[in-house]
């Protein structure tokens, strides 16, 4: 059993940054692949940044690429999103998920084990 939990979350101005953090606890053995997502109100969820946490290998949305980082601290069990230039259009609910076998992955649908989310607005 994984537990996630993000935090970092705020409220910024535009060309502001934020670092979002998701701590695993538990077996975390299942976070080979880890994923940041996000919900804007009234739109589906979409992808944001993906990490296989065993070999390094990172994936960024086209929407936040140059301005987004995915990065994990490994004896920290810790996945960081890093996000410079925020745009109001980044205003969401970002939440981490996990994933023990598959791919690095925006797909939310290939991952398992989700967190409760923390909300970042920019204005």
């Known amino acids: 059993h994984v537990q996630l939990v993000e935090s970092g979350g705020g409220s910024v101005q535009a060309g502001g940054s934020l670092r979002l953090s998701c701590s695993a606890s538990g077996h975390t053995d299942a976070t080979n692949f880890m994923g940041w997502f996000r919900r804007a109100p009234g739109k589906e969820r979409e992808g944001v940044a993906a990490?296989?946490?065993?070999?390094?290998?990172?994936w960024h949305a086209r929407s936040v690429k140059g301005r987004f980082t995915i990065s994990q601290d490994n004896a920290k069990n810790t996945v960081y999103l890093q996000m410079d230039s925020l745009k109001p259009e980044d205003t969401a609910v970002y939440t981490c998920a996990a994933e023990p076998w598959g791919a690095t992955t925006l797909k939310p649908g290939a991952y398992t084990i989700w967190g409760l989310g923390t909300q970042v607005t920019v204005s």
């Open positions: 990490l296989w946490t065993r070999g390094g290998h990172a």
